[in-house]
């Protein structure tokens, strides 16, 4: 069992609950983000997330910068779209209209693919969406990269895998994806304050053939990468050092800005912005823990306890907000209370049972899956129902 202090399993949809061994990491001593044994251990975690990925293209980029899943959308608004350049967002609900707003913030046109709550836009729908005009990105929960390749295939495909990845299977070459993004506290185990992004080859051609510089600094890829555009010579406030840069590579000098996420995979102290040492300690247990067993078996076992609790919440009588099986993910579920009861009602009951619980998603990734020596899936399940029969909750025949 943990050795953690006793508190409520932690059961939302992120942040989830971490191995012990991966909070022990986030106390190791403080160290310098350019000495070699850091830049070892970030050398490690970005090769070990080409393999969550599931990618061995060297042209692929991974990218672990300090801050939230957000980051990931600013990351592909500002370097892989340009002003009035079209992006389609297919609709699943809440976050759809957040990534549509940043690519707004970025003078990107959005247009959204809705479908009722619960369900999402079906093929034919993204297929008629993709003929009616060249988009320059589409962005998805989850992929249809081969319809997009066939109908549009110069539209680059982005999934917003913030609550997928390392619960649900990724094949980021296999499946011709171009920008996956996540977060650390989710399905990859790991405390909140990471952003975590695989670019394709081909993003990374596309954010290189850019005429306009990025509108963001931080999360430019400008900044985390070298700077090696010529053409942006022409782009109006430019800074001096920067118009240096590209007068030196129209030179065939190799003066450019340190390429940050490339030195450190290749074990290479460099420096742009300061990263969090404690948390790439964390990133690497977490990695490491994946990885010391096959990906299938992983993600079997989030497939099977979700099963599990969709299972009770049918018995329970109760509705999925998602109905078909094929739109259910399997490291959440989100759960309609019955006809007149409210959140304030039913969570004490679960809280009083040890189970923390906000709205009725159900959250069930990482350790609480597949450590077997945890029950807090099985005890979670207990608890919601046990809550329910405290509120006179009774199943309708």
Not at 213 to 228: C, G, H, I
Request: charged letters at 20%; aromatic letters at 8%.
């Amino acid at each position: 069992m943990s050795n953690q202090e006793p508190h409520p399993a932690l059961l939302i949809p992120g942040p989830i609950e971490f191995d012990d061994a991966v909070l022990n990491s986030m106390s190791h001593y403080s160290e310098s983000h350019v000495g070699a044994p850091f830049v070892k251990t970030f050398s490690e975690a970005l090769k070990m997330l080409r393999q969550l990925f599931q990618t061995s293209d060297p042209s692929s980029q991974p990218f672990v910068i300090s801050g939230s899943g957000t980051l990931g959308w600013d990351q592909v608004a500002a370097n892989l779209a340009e002003p009035g350049d079209e992006a389609l967002v297919l609709h699943t609900g809440y976050f759809a209209d957040s990534f549509a707003d940043c690519f707004e913030t970025y003078g990107v046109k959005a247009t959204q693919l809705k479908a009722p709550i619960g369900d999402r836009p079906q093929l034919d729908e993204v297929e008629a969406a993709l003929k009616e005009k060249t988009y320059k990105i589409i962005t998805v929960t989850h992929a249809l990269s081969e319809l997009v390749h066939r109908v549009s295939p110069e539209t680059l495909v982005v999934v917003d895998g913030v609550c997928s990845v390392g619960s649900e299977e990724i094949r980021f070459d296999d499946w011709g994806l171009d920008v996956v993004l996540t977060a650390s506290q989710k399905g990859v185990g790991c405390p909140a304050g990471l952003s975590i992004v695989m670019a394709s080859g081909r993003a990374m051609e596309r954010f290189k053939a850019r005429k306009t510089r990025p509108t963001s600094y931080f999360a430019s890829w400008r900044n985390w990468l070298p700077s090696t555009f010529p053409h942006l010579l022409s782009v109006p406030g430019l800074p001096a050092f920067q118009q240096q840069i590209c007068k030196s590579w129209e030179n065939g000098a190799r003066l450019t800005t340190p390429p940050v996420m490339q030195n450190y995979e290749a074990n290479k102290p460099s420096y742009f912005a300061t990263p969090s040492p404690q948390l790439i300690h964390a990133l690497h247990t977490s990695l490491s823990q994946i990885l010391s067993r096959p990906l299938d078996q992983r993600f079997a076992d989030h497939r099977a306890a979700s099963k599990k609790v969709k299972q009770t919440v049918a018995d329970l009588g109760l509705k999925q907000l998602a109905t078909k099986p094929e739109n259910q993910a399997n490291g959440m579920t989100a759960i309609y209370l019955p006809e007149g009861l409210t959140p304030p009602e039913i969570l004490p009951n679960l809280l009083k049972r040890g189970i923390a619980a906000k709205y009725i998603r159900f959250g069930h990734m990482g350790v609480s899956v597949v450590d077997p020596k945890r029950d807090d899936i099985d005890r979670a399940c207990a608890a919601l129902k046990e809550g329910l029969s405290d509120v006179g909750y009774k199943k309708a025949e």
